[in-house]
């Protein structure tokens, strides 16, 4: 007979909410310490890191590897100015008329003596012409009288040979002599009337001449001030006048004129070497002298104007062109009017027996074996090895190596 079953103890299927609750706050607060170590673990390690240079490598300072001129080795002083033409002029007629011919515009190279413009001269050129014929007519005249002249001459011979003999009378020889003192005046007077002849034909081609404008000087036109068809007048006197139609610079006598402060002007002689540099041509120098020291100085700005002539002009020399001038200490010799590869010397090191430079690269440096010249100033000559342009460590450490990591320092 089967045993009665025991009722079921719903109690103890219950679980403690209590209880569990607990061991799960306690749980979670554990993971949550444990996070909390390893992320305060980590934050540790990577400060250790960062402030070792481990992470980074050693921060170094870098320079970087330039090309200079010798001549900053003996520089004594610089100053600024511009290229200015010494010999410069506003060409212009110097009668009043209208502008039929131009032939130049800017950058036209004329000849002294060229024609560059023409006024409106026909009744100029008539009144040459008159002139011309007038001294012709009296030519002829001239020569109508010294025929006269001639003949009266051997009539006057013939009668007073005559007379002498008492072939003829008074009167007649007195009629002869007479005829002869006319011719001689007549020729005179012809030879008179040619002098007067050929100085009203020299005024008209004076006057012709005015009208044709022409170059005073070899040089380049610079400016164009006037076109055909407008009138010129000397020193623009007629209203809507033209006071000049071009204006034009004698290229040879370039010159570079400085500022130099008065205190340094002390530093400056007269032929002193210089070396000119135009913003222009900024690899391009020009060897020059100093022309002339100018005496008197500029209170506004207390500078004194210093004139500096090119030793060789180049025909990329343009008037108005701002430039530098470099005052030296003595002449350049030819090997020191090249550039030079250079580096702080601060960046050489001597590893096994060679000089060695550590050139950065991508956060990381690369010993490079170096060459190396005579100094130049407080840098020193690089022969081979380095390139224009790179960055090298200034005084590496001792425990740096081909390819280890670095950190610029900043400024």
């Given at each position: 007979m089967n045993s009665p079953?025991?009722?079921l103890?719903l109690?103890s299927?219950r679980?403690d909410r209590g209880e569990?609750?607990?061991?799960y706050l306690?749980?979670?607060?554990?993971?949550?310490l444990?996070?909390?170590?390893?992320?305060?673990?980590?934050?540790a390690?990577?400060?250790?890191l960062?402030?070792s240079?481990?992470?980074?490598?050693?921060t170094?300072q870098?320079?970087p590897?330039i090309?200079i001129?010798?001549?900053?080795?003996?520089?004594?002083l610089?100053?600024s100015?511009?290229?200015?033409?010494?010999?410069?002029?506003?060409?212009?007629?110097k009668?009043t008329?209208?502008?039929?011919?131009?032939?130049?515009?800017?950058?036209s190279?004329?000849k002294?003596?060229?024609?560059?413009g023409?006024?409106?001269?026909?009744?100029?050129?008539?009144?040459?012409?008159?002139a011309?014929?007038?001294?012709?007519?009296a030519?002829a005249?001239?020569?109508?009288?010294?025929?006269?002249?001639?003949d009266?001459?051997?009539?006057?011979?013939?009668?007073?040979?005559l007379l002498?003999?008492?072939?003829?009378?008074?009167q007649?020889?007195?009629?002869?002599?007479a005829?002869?003192q006319?011719?001689?005046a007549g020729?005179?007077?012809?030879?008179?009337?040619?002098?007067?002849s050929?100085a009203?034909?020299?005024e008209a081609?004076?006057a012709?001449e005015y009208s044709l404008?022409?170059?005073p000087?070899d040089g380049v036109v610079?400016?164009?001030?006037?076109e055909v068809?407008?009138?010129?007048a000397?020193?623009g006197?007629a209203?809507n006048?033209?006071?000049?139609?071009?204006?034009?610079?004698?290229?040879?006598?370039l010159?570079?004129?400085?500022?130099?402060?008065?205190?340094?002007i002390q530093?400056?002689?007269l032929a002193?070497?210089?070396?000119?540099i135009?913003?222009?041509?900024p690899?391009?120098?020009f060897?020059?002298?100093?022309h002339?020291?100018?005496?008197?100085?500029d209170?506004?700005?207390?500078?004194i104007?210093?004139k500096v002539?090119f030793?060789?002009?180049?025909?990329?020399?343009?008037?108005?062109m701002?430039?530098?001038?470099?005052?030296?200490s003595r002449p350049l010799k030819?090997?020191?009017?090249?550039?030079?590869?250079?580096?702080?010397?601060?960046?050489?090191?001597q590893k096994?027996?060679?000089?060695v430079?550590f050139?950065?690269?991508?956060?990381?440096v690369q010993a490079?074996p170096?060459?190396?010249?005579?100094?130049?100033?407080?840098?020193?000559?690089?022969?081979?090895?380095?390139?224009?342009?790179?960055r090298?460590v200034l005084?590496?450490?001792?425990?740096?190596?081909s390819?280890?990591?670095?950190?610029?320092k900043?400024?």
């Amino acid at each position: 007979m089967n045993s009665p079953e025991k009722p079921l103890n719903l109690q103890s299927l219950r679980l403690d909410r209590g209880e569990t609750e607990l061991q799960y706050l306690r749980a979670r607060r554990r993971r949550a310490l444990l996070i909390t170590g390893i992320v305060v673990l980590l934050a540790a390690g990577l400060l250790w890191l960062v402030f070792s240079g481990s992470l980074f490598g050693p921060t170094v300072q870098v320079a970087p590897v330039i090309r200079i001129y010798p001549s900053q080795a003996v520089t004594l002083l610089n100053a600024s100015g511009y290229v200015v033409a010494q010999r410069k002029a506003s060409v212009s007629s110097k009668s009043t008329g209208r502008l039929v011919f131009l032939g130049v515009e800017e950058g036209s190279r004329v000849k002294k003596g060229a024609i560059i413009g023409r006024l409106e001269n026909d009744d100029l050129m008539a009144a040459r012409d008159r002139a011309a014929a007038n001294v012709n007519a009296a030519k002829a005249s001239l020569a109508q009288a010294e025929a006269e002249l001639v003949d009266a001459r051997l009539q006057y011979d013939r009668l007073k040979t005559l007379l002498a003999q008492n072939l003829i009378s008074r009167q007649d020889f007195d009629a002869a002599e007479a005829r002869y003192q006319k011719a001689v005046a007549g020729v005179a007077n012809g030879r008179a009337n040619i002098a007067s002849s050929a100085a009203a034909l020299a005024e008209a081609s004076i006057a012709v001449e005015y009208s044709l404008i022409r170059a005073p000087f070899d040089g380049v036109v610079l400016t164009k001030n006037a076109e055909v068809g407008e009138v010129v007048a000397p020193f623009g006197a007629a209203v809507n006048a033209r006071a000049a139609v071009a204006t034009m610079a004698d290229m040879g006598s370039l010159m570079v004129e400085a500022d130099v402060a008065e205190a340094n002007i002390q530093q400056v002689s007269l032929a002193q070497p210089c070396e000119i540099i135009l913003d222009a041509l900024p690899g391009v120098r020009f060897p020059g002298k100093v022309h002339m020291i100018v005496p008197t100085a500029d209170r506004s700005k207390a500078t004194i104007m210093v004139k500096v002539a090119f030793e060789t002009l180049d025909a990329r020399v343009l008037p108005e062109m701002s430039a530098k001038v470099a005052f030296l200490s003595r002449p350049l010799k030819p090997e020191e009017e090249h550039p030079r590869l250079v580096v702080s010397p601060q960046a050489l090191v001597q590893k096994n027996g060679a000089t060695v430079a550590f050139v950065v690269r991508e956060q990381r440096v690369q010993a490079v074996p170096v060459a190396v010249g005579p100094p130049l100033g407080d840098l020193v000559e690089v022969l081979s090895g380095l390139r224009e342009g790179e960055r090298v460590v200034l005084q590496p450490p001792k425990s740096l190596q081909s390819g280890d990591r670095v950190k610029i320092k900043e400024g």
